[in-house]
């Protein structure tokens, strides 16, 4: 395999890895604060999706205005639904929490699916991209579309690694995380946290759902396929770790890359390409129950 | 003195089992008080619903002449009432400094910098000043005893709830430790202590609470607590108490 084939997979790794770490690390900043498993998560990449193509297709918003505007709508989505739906999880309300987790956000993905597909029709669209044309470096060639779009995802992770880390916000929901507890006893309000926690998940997983969009469509099953990725990166990267959610995307996206043309017959190559990711999870899971940067009695 | 914290026929139940039986006890501002009992008295429950961790299913809890129950723990952190559990609460993966700091700015009540200078003095105070860059995981466990001191100092509280706090503590640690609880009391906080360490209370404490299958039994001077029978049936049994 030549140098020039070795870069543009690695690129193209990079690239979906960096759209899986997006949709992943949502799942895991939810999963760690709120300690459920957000089974509406590839619904709220879908309405990301349909924001930002709404923004665009009806209000005539310019690209880039319209990712702000998906974010910021997943983000008042995801406060909502926390409010409603989930807080009840952790006041005592609630006889059986966590089966009442497992099937209310199942509940809210079977109903925004069909809510999608009544008001949207099964139709794909597909919005304008953030950037058109090619990138060439050298003998490489990239899609613009791509490019912006994984550029945009890797600034969001960024600015969230760094939110979580250096501000006293993400420093109390890091806490809340740890223990939920300990927390309230330090003055933290753990609903606050769990609201700030759900709807920057879904503005994660929305974001997502905005930039991959143009790339390959918008539909209601668009979530599907991602959030099991989503899922295997979590398991894998260690449940609720933050730095294992965005290692596990590119090593998911990296293996997904290669393993593509490392199979001589390139439509049974793609055919496989779901599966990669599974191989990989049973292979860790088999050495590291826990995943690659989870502890065994890990917390957040 | 002004009565700072009053519980009023409180009451609750875990299935068929009474952990709190119509208790009711009246705390003024300053007091040191110690709570004892066997294991399985309600002490720890008691603290629990003081600190807003449990609900009552009967009665009344009144702070500062305003009702509480059902108030969320933080907001009790808040208003000044500081608890530590029995086991240590607190963030390993964060350091000393930001286990202070997530207390003291979760409110924007004051700046980062307000903030930090009097975390500094507490740490100080806690000799745990060359800790401060130091996660929390690497510690041992008298210094994060000592960090979870430092922790509730940071939230200002009026009124102290400590669990159990020389559990596990080397004994020249536990005398610093009596001596934090006596300074920070000297300075007005009252503070209700439970810990199945009887030397600890009576040295410390004035007055001693005795709680028994959720019932209060005595309370009384450390003398009165040592004399009574009731007490001393409660923790060696009938037989022995007459023995």
Not at chain 1, 151 to 176: D, H, N, P, Q
Not at chain 1, 278 to 291: D, E, H, M, N, T
Not at chain 2, 164 to 180: A, I, N, Q, S
Request: glycine share 10%; with cysteine.
């Amino acid at each position: 395999m030549s140098l020039l084939a070795i870069s543009e997979q690695a690129i193209n790794g990079l690239i979906i890895g960096s759209f899986y770490a997006l949709t992943a690390l949502g799942l895991a900043v939810i999963f760690g604060v709120l300690r459920i498993v957000n089974f509406a998560h590839g619904e709220l990449y879908m309405l990301g999706g349909y924001a930002y193509y709404l923004a665009i297709a009806s209000l005539g918003i310019p690209p880039l205005a319209a990712i702000l505007i998906a974010v910021a709508a997943l983000f008042v989505i995801g406060a909502a639904i926390e409010g409603l739906l989930i807080r009840p999880i952790h006041t005592g309300k609630i006889d059986r929490p966590d089966e009442y987790a497992i099937m209310i956000t199942f509940a809210l993905s079977v109903f925004l699916l069909n809510l999608a597909n009544s008001v949207f029709g099964p139709w794909p669209q597909r919005p304008e991209p953030l950037m058109r044309g090619r990138v060439e470096i050298g003998e490489l060639i990239i899609s613009g579309d791509r490019l912006a779009a994984a550029s945009a995802a890797i600034v969001m992770i960024a600015i969230v690694v760094f939110a979580l880390r250096y501000t006293w916000a993400g420093k109390a929901v890091r806490a809340v995380s740890q223990d939920r507890q300990a927390a309230e006893i330090y003055g933290i309000s753990v609903q606050r946290a769990g609201l700030i926690a759900f709807g920057t998940g879904a503005a994660l997983a929305g974001l997502a759902g905005a930039l991959i969009g143009p790339v390959f469509n918008v539909v209601p099953i668009m979530g599907v396929v991602p959030v099991i990725k989503a899922y295997i990166i979590v398991v894998l990267g260690g449940l609720g770790s933050i730095p294992g959610a965005i290692i596990g995307a590119i090593i998911l996206g990296q293996v997904e890359s290669f393993a593509t043309i490392l199979i001589p017959d390139p439509s049974r190559a793609l055919a496989y390409k779901d599966a990669y990711g599974l191989i990989v999870l049973v292979a860790v899971l088999l050495l590291r129950p826990q995943g690659l940067f989870g502890t065994k009695d890990r917390r957040a | 003195m002004a009565e700072q914290l009053v519980v009023d026929r409180l009451t609750k139940t875990f299935g068929g089992i009474v952990a709190l039986n119509g208790v009711e006890l009246a705390f003024s501002a300053g007091e040191l008080i110690g709570l004892i009992g066997p294991n399985g008295s309600g002490k720890t429950t008691l603290l629990n619903i003081v600190s807003g961790y449990y609900t009552a299913d009967r009665g009344q809890i009144t702070y500062e002449n305003q009702p509480i129950a059902g108030t969320s723990p933080h907001k009790l952190a808040r208003i000044g009432i500081g608890r530590s559990f029995q086991v240590t609460k607190v963030f390993r993966r964060l350091t000393v400094m930001e286990n202070m700091l997530v207390s003291g700015l979760s409110d924007w009540s004051e700046t980062r910098s307000q903030a930090s200078e009097r975390a500094t003095a507490i740490l100080e105070d806690l000799k745990l000043t060359r800790l401060r860059d130091e996660r929390a995981s690497n510690l041992s466990g008298g210094q994060l005893k000592l960090l979870e001191f430092a922790r509730i100092m940071m939230l200002q509280p009026k009124l102290l709830l400590l669990d159990e706090p020389f559990g596990g503590v080397h004994p020249e640690l536990k005398r610093f430790m009596y001596d934090c609880i006596r300074k920070w009391n000297a300075a007005g906080i009252t503070i209700i202590l439970i810990s199945h360490d009887m030397g600890s209370i009576f040295e410390l404490c004035r007055r001693v609470v005795t709680l028994s299958y959720g019932d209060i039994i005595c309370d009384g001077t450390p003398e009165e607590t040592r004399a009574d029978k009731g007490v001393l049936e409660a923790y060696l049994g009938e037989h022995h108490a007459s023995a």
